[in-house]
């Protein structure tokens, strides 16, 4: 069992930046890999942004490749998403997740076994 919670969101113009932050509390943090999904009002969840349980390189949407940069801090059970040159079209809430199941598809909601509450970000034009 793993609860995650998001914290970071707010209301950022155009160009701005902003960094979200996930604490995870329960199992051993380092046994999952993580993720961030969006989801916009009346749109599915989508993907954003993985990272494997080791850390390293993260792996992303095309549309927020060169803008978005995923880390994670597992001595801190924590992982973080900075954002940059942020556009409208990046509002959404903000879902952190952790996956353990081998072999799934990090880039759907399907591959992933615990989600937090979301946090709102919204980008003025």
């Known amino acids: 069992q793993v609860q995650l919670v998001e914290s970071g969101g707010g209301l950022v113009q155009a160009g701005g930046s902003l960094r979200l932050s996930c604490t995870a509390s329960g199992r051993a943090f380092g046994n999952y890999y993580m993720g961030w999904f969006r989801q916009a009002p009346g749109k599915e969840r989508e993907f954003a942004a993985a990272i494997s349980w080791i850390g390293g390189g993260g792996y992303y949407e095309d549309t927020v490749k060169g803008r978005f940069a995923i880390s994670r801090d597992n001595a801190k059970n924590m992982v973080y998403l900075q954002m940059q040159s942020l556009k409208p079209d990046d509002t959404a809430v903000y879902y952190c997740?952790?996956?353990?199941?081998?072999?799934?598809?990090?880039?759907?909601?399907?591959?992933?076994?615990?989600w937090g509450q979301g946090t709102q970000v919204t980008v003025s034009s």
């Open positions: 997740a952790a996956g353990s199941t081998r072999f799934a598809n990090y880039r759907d909601v399907s591959g992933y076994d615990y």
